[in-house]
């Protein structure tokens, strides 16, 4: 089996560790999860997933 390893800042740790308390998971299994999804090819793919996520209270676009 590969090992990956990916050094964290304390902050991008605890937003993983938010997120996969959210999603109900340990964040290994999160990880994975992520890892395991399908790339983006084109921005057409980019628009079906938005698509599909409309209205998910957990994304959040912030106003620069």
Do not use: H, N
């Amino acid at each position: 089996m590969a090992i990956l390893t990916v050094r964290l800042t304390e902050d991008e740790a605890k937003l993983l560790a938010r997120r996969s308390r959210k999603a109900g998971m340990k964040k290994a299994t999160y990880v994975r999860q992520l890892i395991r999804e399908e790339p983006f090819v084109t921005g057409a793919d980019v628009l079906v997933d938005s698509a599909q996520r409309m209205g998910d209270l957990r994304l959040r676009v912030s106003r620069k």
